[in-house]
């Protein structure tokens, strides 16, 4: 029953990233530091302009920050509430799913898997 409740913990976190969209934002991240480095950089503001508009990248990157962390912490939060359930029920034990997960094992061919299904499906033309 570890081998299903790790693969439940994963496969919830995924979806999580795909349902708050944590890719797209994470990258939106990256794009806004390098807004925010190409205003630094520019020699035709005074330091006053460069202040007023690095605080609003600074606000964009904090509530990014702010929606990562939330989001993150829902795709890790939900699948362990449906294990910590399944517990209650007797159905599965908490201790021993959170083991299987950490285990070089589990680590290693979900890494597998999960890479072998991003590789078919980049090669097919379609988005995970």
Do not use: C, Y
Not at 30 to 47: G, H, N, P, V
Not at 83 to 110: C, D, N, Y
Not at 119 to 125: C, I, L, T, Y
């Amino acid at each position: 029953m570890s081998w299903i409740g790790a693969t439940m913990l994963v496969v919830g976190f995924l979806i999580a990233i795909r349902v708050f969209d944590l890719m797209n934002r994470s990258r939106m991240v990256f794009q806004e530091s390098a807004r925010a480095l190409a205003i630094i950089r520019r020699k035709d503001l005074t330091e006053v302009d460069k202040e007023k508009q690095l605080q609003r990248h600074a606000l964009r990157l904090f509530g990014l920050f702010a929606f990562l962390v939330l989001g993150g912490g829902a795709g890790v939060a939900a699948p362990l509430a449906v294990v910590v359930l399944l517990e209650q029920v007797g159905w599965m034990k908490v201790g021993p799913v959170m083991a299987r997960v950490v285990s070089l094992e589990f680590i290693t061919i979900s890494t597998v898997v999960i890479g072998l299904v991003l590789f078919v499906f980049r090669k097919s033309g379609r988005h995970v």
